[in-house]
């Protein structure tokens, strides 16, 4: 979920190229409109203080019904994104993004909320505190051969794609933090950090689907997950290698764009 600003600004930005797009089409236009009697098409318009009616026959083709019709639309449109642009400048002046520390700093002392607390007070999750239990996983260190944009280590090459992707779009994250469950320990690939709805999420990465025991290791992890109420396509990402061992880094910045932005 997109930042509701940055959705709009966009919105409006892609409004105003077609603004421009239908004043250009608008240029030089036929006066008049068109009128449908029967099956015939006639063409009526003002000249020297009168009014002046072509019969344009029943071709759906002809050259000024199309143009008539397409300038009608094209006007129609402009009505419409002319109304929408006025309202989402509105929008863009009046809307303030919700964030509880603005709020707490907004207020009188007498009702100021230590910052530590004010992410709890609203039931959300603070940035600046979420990491302050992780503990890596220190298990086979040996397999960490693969160094990520942030210099940190990761055992495979998709592995890094993920976290590259993840530090170029500015989301903080922690890699292969350690969860007891049990007498169990967990270590989800990533954990990191929603900026936008201050929630914890997991991105696990299942690379070698085809070997059975692998299989059952992940399945046995995705049912761990659930339980400690991370829900597949809600706060917890799953991606998989495909045949030949690769992950097609598109897909992973598709995944950015539509789960944490």
């Known amino acids: 979920m997109q930042d509701i600003i940055g959705i709009i600004q966009h919105e409006k930005d892609l409004q105003k190229m077609h603004m421009a ?79 509880p520390e603005t709020v707490s700093k907004g207020i009188s002392r007498a009702y100021e909320i230590p910052p530590e607390k004010v992410f709890e007070t609203m039931g959300l999750i603070s940035p600046n505190t979420w990491a302050k239990d992780f503990v890596a996983n220190d298990e086979y260190p040996e397999h960490l051969k693969h160094t990520t944009s942030r210099g940190e280590k990761v055992r495979s090459k998709s592995e890094v794609i993920i976290a590259n992707q993840l530090y170029l779009n500015g989301i903080d994250y922690r890699y292969e933090w350690k969860e007891w469950y049990g007498r169990n320990i967990i270590s989800p690939d990533f954990k990191l950090f929603h900026p936008v709805q201050h929630r914890l999420f997991l991105w696990e990465h299942l690379g070698m689907l085809l070997s059975l025991g692998y299989l059952d290791s992940a399945l046995w992890k995705l049912q761990r997950y659930y339980d400690c109420g991370f829900v597949l396509w809600d706060n917890l990402i799953v991606t998989f290698d495909d045949q030949d061992g690769n992950l097609d880094s598109r897909v992973v910045s598709k995944l950015i764009d539509l789960y944490l932005k």
């Open 21 to 99: 797009k239908l004043n250009l089409g608008l240029r030089g236009q036929r006066p008049g409109y068109l009128i449908k009697r029967r099956n015939s098409f006639i063409w009526r318009y003002m000249k020297d203080g009168k009014v002046e009616e072509v019969y344009l026959g029943t071709n759906e083709n002809d050259p000024i019904v199309r143009q008539l019709k397409e300038q009608r639309y094209m006007a129609e449109s402009k009505k419409i994104i002319e109304n929408n642009l006025v309202l989402m400048d509105g929008f863009l002046k009046k809307y303030k993004n919700y964030d």
